[in-house]
């Protein structure tokens, strides 16, 4: 119980602190299709280092102090978080690899992989990703949110790869339970470049009208916009009065 609610409990909510301060300063590149998830920069990592240290800390006493307790695990996979948050993907590939191969707990062992195969992608180590993709998607996994967050992550694999009809595919499939408003709204936006960029006119409006719809932030808001105008104009004009309005 220390382990959990005290220790374990205090290290999660610091990440989770630090998570939510590097998506509040994600800055996207619109001229490209955007990241679905908001990771931010090596910069902003850097803003983010001494509560990134903390919650390590944290984490390794419940590994120093209570190397019995069932969070051990836990314990070491939020040390892969931390480290992955903090860019440095080198550490955070040895960390998951290790939590996957020492320990039995299902869950744990899945997260783990999932999150290994972010910290390839984010190496640009795509085949790596997509071999552990490969294994993840017909594994028999029931965790709640697994499904669709390692749904979104293959489809952000497939983006970066330029394998857009393949990403499509499995970005609707995320968003299918999806509850995150954040990564709800990213993911339409995602959508509606790809439709555009695939010239599927109609579809790209679909999800910018969703953008707009989950009352997202102001620059995602006129960069949907935009994308509606610039779909309309592709389209021979349909629609035209309706965009200038």
Known sequence: MVAHYNIYFNAQQKLESCV???????KDD????????????KKEAKSIKEPLEVAMKKASKV????PNSKWVDDAYFLIGQTQFFGMDFYSSIETF???NNSFKDEKTKALSQLWLMKSYIQQKKYDDAEAI???????????????????LAAGDLMVKQNKLS??????????????DKRLKYRTHFVLGQIH?????YKKANINFIKVLKLNAPYQYVFQANLGMAKSTASSNGQGAQKTRK
Request: proline fraction near 5%; charge should be positive; aromatic fraction near 12%.
């Open 133 to 151: 993709y490969g294994v993840l998607k017909n594994a028999p996994i029931k965790y709640p949110d697994f499904k669709t967050q390692l749904n």
């Open 30 to 41: 619109f001229n490209s299709i955007i990241d679905v998830f908001p990771y931010g920069s």
């Open 166 to 179: 393949e990403a499509v595919t499995l970005l609707n499939d995320g968003l299918f339970k999806l509850r």
């Open 97 to 99: 690899q290790f939590v």
């Open 196 to 200: 555009l960029k695939l010239d599927e």
């Open 20 to 26: 939510s301060k590097l998506a509040d300063k994600q």
């Open 63 to 66: 590994i120093q102090n209570k």
